[in-house]
Protein backbone atom coordinates (compact mmCIF):
# COMPACT_ATOMS: atom_id res chain seq x y z
CA UNK A 1 0.00 0.00 0.00
CA UNK A 2 1.20 3.68 -1.15
CA UNK A 3 1.58 6.09 1.42
CA UNK A 4 2.98 9.60 1.18
CA UNK A 5 2.64 12.03 3.95
CA UNK A 6 3.93 15.92 4.42
CA UNK A 7 4.80 16.98 7.93
CA UNK A 8 6.69 20.38 8.10
CA UNK A 9 5.39 23.49 10.60
CA UNK A 10 1.98 25.18 9.91
CA UNK A 11 3.62 28.67 10.25
CA UNK A 12 6.55 30.80 9.18
CA UNK A 13 7.69 33.77 9.12
CA UNK A 14 8.83 36.39 6.11
CA UNK A 15 12.30 35.74 4.94
CA UNK A 16 12.40 32.53 7.02
CA UNK A 17 12.89 29.16 5.34
CA UNK A 18 10.56 26.28 4.93
CA UNK A 19 11.57 22.73 5.54
CA UNK A 20 8.80 20.43 4.34
CA UNK A 21 9.25 16.35 4.78
CA UNK A 22 7.46 13.96 2.82
CA UNK A 23 7.70 10.47 4.57
CA UNK A 24 6.26 7.96 1.61
CA UNK A 25 5.25 3.62 2.38
CA UNK A 26 4.94 1.52 -0.20
CA UNK A 27 7.21 2.01 -2.66
CA UNK A 28 11.30 2.88 -2.99
CA UNK A 29 13.08 5.88 -4.62
CA UNK A 30 15.36 4.15 -5.26
CA UNK A 31 13.76 1.90 -7.95
CA UNK A 32 14.90 2.98 -11.34
CA UNK A 33 11.70 5.65 -13.17
CA UNK A 34 10.09 6.02 -9.58
CA UNK A 35 10.38 9.82 -8.70
CA UNK A 36 8.84 12.45 -6.67
CA UNK A 37 7.45 15.97 -6.66
CA UNK A 38 6.49 18.48 -4.58
CA UNK A 39 3.08 20.57 -5.84
CA UNK A 40 1.64 23.28 -3.76
CA UNK A 41 -2.14 25.14 -3.52
CA UNK A 42 -2.57 28.57 -2.02
CA UNK A 43 -5.99 28.38 -0.57
CA UNK A 44 -8.93 28.56 -3.50
CA UNK A 45 -6.16 29.08 -5.99
CA UNK A 46 -5.00 26.58 -8.84
CA UNK A 47 -1.75 23.49 -8.66
CA UNK A 48 1.71 24.69 -8.83
CA UNK A 49 4.71 22.18 -9.54
CA UNK A 50 7.43 22.93 -7.42
CA UNK A 51 9.88 20.51 -7.74
CA UNK A 52 11.22 16.49 -8.63
CA UNK A 53 13.63 14.27 -7.82
CA UNK A 54 14.06 11.48 -9.26
CA UNK A 55 15.69 7.41 -8.36
CA UNK A 56 19.20 8.62 -9.73
CA UNK A 57 19.08 11.18 -7.63
CA UNK A 58 18.46 14.05 -10.34
CA UNK A 59 16.78 17.22 -9.54
CA UNK A 60 14.37 19.66 -10.97
CA UNK A 61 12.96 22.65 -10.34
CA UNK A 62 9.72 25.28 -11.28
CA UNK A 63 11.54 27.92 -13.52
CA UNK A 64 9.85 30.67 -11.11
CA UNK A 65 11.02 29.50 -8.23
CA UNK A 66 14.11 27.39 -8.71
CA UNK A 67 16.46 30.13 -7.08
CA UNK A 68 14.25 29.28 -3.59
CA UNK A 69 13.84 25.63 -3.76
CA UNK A 70 16.38 22.64 -2.69
CA UNK A 71 14.70 19.31 -2.87
CA UNK A 72 16.44 16.04 -1.49
CA UNK A 73 16.26 12.42 -0.41
CA UNK A 74 16.87 10.08 2.21
CA UNK A 75 16.72 6.74 0.30
CA UNK A 76 16.85 4.76 3.76
CA UNK A 77 14.20 6.86 6.04
CA UNK A 78 11.88 6.96 2.50
CA UNK A 79 11.41 11.20 3.05
CA UNK A 80 12.08 13.65 0.56
CA UNK A 81 12.44 16.93 1.87
CA UNK A 82 11.92 20.07 0.22
CA UNK A 83 13.41 23.43 1.21
CA UNK A 84 12.01 26.97 0.39
CA UNK A 85 13.82 30.23 1.45
CA UNK A 86 12.96 33.83 1.85
CA UNK A 87 9.44 33.02 2.57
CA UNK A 88 6.11 35.65 2.10
CA UNK A 89 2.78 35.58 2.88
CA UNK A 90 1.72 35.21 -1.10
CA UNK A 91 3.86 31.26 -0.46
CA UNK A 92 0.56 30.51 2.08
CA UNK A 93 -0.47 27.13 0.52
CA UNK A 94 -1.43 23.66 1.02
CA UNK A 95 1.89 21.74 0.11
CA UNK A 96 1.91 18.75 -1.20
CA UNK A 97 4.28 15.54 -2.25
CA UNK A 98 2.92 13.21 -5.17
CA UNK A 99 4.43 9.90 -6.31
CA UNK A 100 4.65 9.23 -10.42
CA UNK A 101 3.01 6.60 -11.82
CA UNK A 102 5.20 3.53 -12.48
CA UNK A 103 6.08 2.79 -16.19
CA UNK A 104 5.49 6.97 -17.00
CA UNK A 105 8.02 9.55 -17.68
CA UNK A 106 8.98 11.24 -14.61
CA UNK A 107 8.39 14.30 -16.29
CA UNK A 108 4.73 13.77 -17.56
CA UNK A 109 2.87 14.88 -14.45
CA UNK A 110 0.80 11.45 -13.79
CA UNK A 111 0.80 11.81 -10.20
CA UNK A 112 -1.11 8.58 -8.57
CA UNK A 113 -0.59 8.79 -5.05
CA UNK A 114 -0.51 12.36 -2.94
CA UNK A 115 -0.27 13.25 0.45
CA UNK A 116 -3.11 14.77 2.44
CA UNK A 117 -0.95 17.75 2.09
CA UNK A 118 0.12 20.50 4.59
CA UNK A 119 -1.04 24.10 5.38
CA UNK A 120 2.03 26.65 5.40
CA UNK A 121 1.10 30.16 6.55
CA UNK A 122 3.52 32.66 6.53
CA UNK A 123 2.63 35.54 8.73
CA UNK A 124 4.34 37.70 10.77
CA UNK B 1 6.44 29.10 -18.52
CA UNK B 2 2.42 30.05 -17.87
CA UNK B 3 -0.29 28.28 -16.88
CA UNK B 4 -2.52 26.60 -19.13
CA UNK B 5 -5.88 28.03 -19.78
CA UNK B 6 -9.15 26.64 -17.86
CA UNK B 7 -12.45 27.55 -18.41
CA UNK B 8 -13.43 28.37 -14.51
CA UNK B 9 -16.72 26.59 -14.42
CA UNK B 10 -18.71 24.04 -16.13
CA UNK B 11 -22.15 22.12 -15.55
CA UNK B 12 -24.33 19.33 -16.60
CA UNK B 13 -27.49 17.55 -15.43
CA UNK B 14 -27.04 13.50 -14.44
CA UNK B 15 -26.69 11.15 -17.13
CA UNK B 16 -25.40 14.18 -19.58
CA UNK B 17 -21.95 14.38 -20.98
CA UNK B 18 -19.48 17.79 -20.32
CA UNK B 19 -16.37 18.53 -21.76
CA UNK B 20 -13.63 20.58 -20.03
CA UNK B 21 -11.26 22.36 -22.05
CA UNK B 22 -7.33 22.72 -21.22
CA UNK B 23 -5.67 25.48 -23.93
CA UNK B 24 -2.10 25.50 -24.00
CA UNK B 25 0.61 26.21 -26.84
CA UNK B 26 3.12 23.85 -29.30
CA UNK B 27 5.46 23.98 -26.32
CA UNK B 28 3.40 22.00 -23.87
CA UNK B 29 0.28 20.32 -24.70
CA UNK B 30 0.29 20.42 -28.67
CA UNK B 31 4.25 19.51 -28.18
CA UNK B 32 3.94 16.42 -26.01
CA UNK B 33 1.64 13.51 -25.19
CA UNK B 34 2.24 14.28 -21.41
CA UNK B 35 -1.23 15.87 -20.44
CA UNK B 36 -3.18 14.79 -17.59
CA UNK B 37 -5.99 15.46 -15.87
CA UNK B 38 -6.89 15.23 -11.72
CA UNK B 39 -10.07 15.58 -10.02
CA UNK B 40 -10.11 17.58 -6.88
CA UNK B 41 -13.23 17.55 -4.35
CA UNK B 42 -13.51 19.87 -1.50
CA UNK B 43 -10.49 19.46 1.32
CA UNK B 44 -9.25 16.80 -0.40
CA UNK B 45 -5.64 15.40 -2.82
CA UNK B 46 -6.32 15.36 -6.37
CA UNK B 47 -7.16 12.58 -8.01
CA UNK B 48 -5.40 11.44 -11.16
CA UNK B 49 -8.16 10.33 -14.08
CA UNK B 50 -6.16 11.06 -17.28
CA UNK B 51 -2.45 10.64 -18.27
CA UNK B 52 -0.84 10.66 -21.68
CA UNK B 53 -3.44 12.51 -22.62
CA UNK B 54 -6.15 9.57 -22.66
CA UNK B 55 -4.93 6.86 -20.96
CA UNK B 56 -7.10 5.87 -17.74
CA UNK B 57 -5.60 4.26 -14.56
CA UNK B 58 -7.06 1.32 -13.30
CA UNK B 59 -9.97 2.00 -11.00
CA UNK B 60 -11.13 5.08 -12.98
CA UNK B 61 -14.67 5.04 -14.88
CA UNK B 62 -14.53 4.47 -18.60
CA UNK B 63 -16.97 7.66 -18.08
CA UNK B 64 -13.63 9.75 -18.16
CA UNK B 65 -11.70 9.85 -21.12
CA UNK B 66 -9.16 12.25 -22.49
CA UNK B 67 -8.27 13.88 -26.31
CA UNK B 68 -6.00 16.44 -27.80
CA UNK B 69 -6.63 18.85 -30.54
CA UNK B 70 -3.82 20.69 -31.52
CA UNK B 71 -2.75 23.08 -28.03
CA UNK B 72 -5.76 22.05 -26.60
CA UNK B 73 -6.51 19.43 -24.48
CA UNK B 74 -9.82 17.78 -23.39
CA UNK B 75 -11.70 15.96 -20.23
CA UNK B 76 -15.20 14.31 -21.19
CA UNK B 77 -17.20 13.18 -18.51
CA UNK B 78 -19.98 10.99 -19.66
CA UNK B 79 -23.13 9.89 -18.33
CA UNK B 80 -22.44 12.63 -15.46
CA UNK B 81 -23.05 11.71 -11.54
CA UNK B 82 -23.29 13.61 -8.57
CA UNK B 83 -20.23 12.25 -7.22
CA UNK B 84 -18.24 13.72 -10.47
CA UNK B 85 -19.26 17.47 -8.79
CA UNK B 86 -15.41 18.45 -8.46
CA UNK B 87 -12.60 20.95 -9.82
CA UNK B 88 -10.70 19.18 -12.90
CA UNK B 89 -7.05 20.55 -13.16
CA UNK B 90 -5.66 19.94 -16.46
CA UNK B 91 -1.20 19.71 -16.39
CA UNK B 92 1.36 19.33 -19.13
CA UNK B 93 5.31 18.68 -19.98
CA UNK B 94 6.49 21.95 -20.74
CA UNK B 95 9.83 20.77 -21.93
CA UNK B 96 13.08 21.12 -19.99
CA UNK B 97 11.62 19.32 -17.06
CA UNK B 98 9.16 21.53 -16.27
CA UNK B 99 5.42 20.79 -15.48
CA UNK B 100 2.59 23.39 -15.84
CA UNK B 101 -0.64 23.36 -14.77
CA UNK B 102 -4.28 24.60 -15.50
CA UNK B 103 -6.11 26.94 -13.69
CA UNK B 104 -8.76 24.58 -12.98
CA UNK B 105 -12.55 23.94 -13.76
CA UNK B 106 -15.25 23.49 -11.19
CA UNK B 107 -17.66 21.00 -12.25
CA UNK B 108 -20.98 21.67 -10.65
CA UNK B 109 -23.68 18.66 -11.71
CA UNK B 110 -26.54 20.43 -11.39
Known amino acids: QVTLRESGPALVKPTQTLTLTCTFS??????????VSWIRQPPGKALEWLAR???????YYSTSLKTRLTISKDTSKNQVVLTMTNMDPVDTATYYC????????????????WGQGTLVTVSS | QSALTQPPSASGSPGQSVTISCTGT?????????VSWHQQRPGKAPKLMIY???KRPSGVPDRFSGSRSGNTASLTVSGLQAEDEADYYC??????????FGGGTKLTVL
Open chain 1, 98 to 113: ARILGGTSCYAGSFDY
Open chain 1, 26 to 35: GFSLSTSGMC
Open chain 1, 53 to 59: IDWDDDK
Open chain 2, 26 to 34: SSDVGGYNY
Open chain 2, 52 to 54: EVS
Open chain 2, 91 to 100: SSYAGSNNLV
